[in-house]
């Protein structure tokens, strides 16, 4: 699944906003406080995470990509049942950035793969309506200043 958004925050902002949630998740899962020049990739840590099905999973999130400019940011989360990867673009444009979210699956066996296929499906309206909305929430805090 891909999307675009225009957002009306610069790309420095958007990128400076995800590198404190990385922050803070390294700091809370990895029990590790880095700052943000040392955040690359490479780093692995442990987190739990609530499946669509409202089931929780430990995950071991991987940082793959990272790159300041233009900002990219590329991680796998590798479960039980396969590996999800995410990754964020920012590119600044008139007025803002348009930032491009992707996100793929890999499922450990045919089972899996066959079944995400299938609920994906079902999920895919939820899941992009899910992923306007982080994107609006990132965009609304930072115009906040908070």
């Known amino acids: 699944m891909q999307l675009q958004q225009q957002l ?3 790309a ?3 990128s400076k906003h995800i590198l404190d949630s990385i922050q803070y998740e390294l700091k809370e899962y990895g029990q590790v406080n880095v700052d943000h020049d040392h955040i690359r ?3 692995t840590y442990k987190k739990p995470l609530t499946t669509q ?3 929780t999973d430990h995950v071991t999130v991987e940082i793959t990509k990272f ?3 233009p900002f990219e940011y590329e991680a796998t989360f590798d479960s039980t049942q396969g590996k999800t990867t995410i990754s964020y673009k920012a590119n600044n444009c ?3 950035c348009i930032v491009t979210y ?3 699956f890999v499922g450990k066996d045919t089972a899996k793969k066959l079944n995400h296929k299938l609920m994906s499906t079902f999920y895919k309206r939820r899941s992009k309506r899910k992923i306007h909305y982080l994107l609006n929430a990132i965009e609304e805090h930072v115009l906040k200043g908070e």
Request: aromatic share 4%; glycine share 20%; no cysteine.
């Open 8 to 10: 009306k925050i610069n």
């Open 12 to 14: 420095d902002q958007f």
């Open 41 to 43: 990739a490479g780093l």
């Open 53 to 55: 099905m409202k089931q």
């Open 67 to 69: 790159n300041k400019d």
């Open 94 to 96: 008139d007025g803002g």
């Open 102 to 104: 992707e996100e793929g």
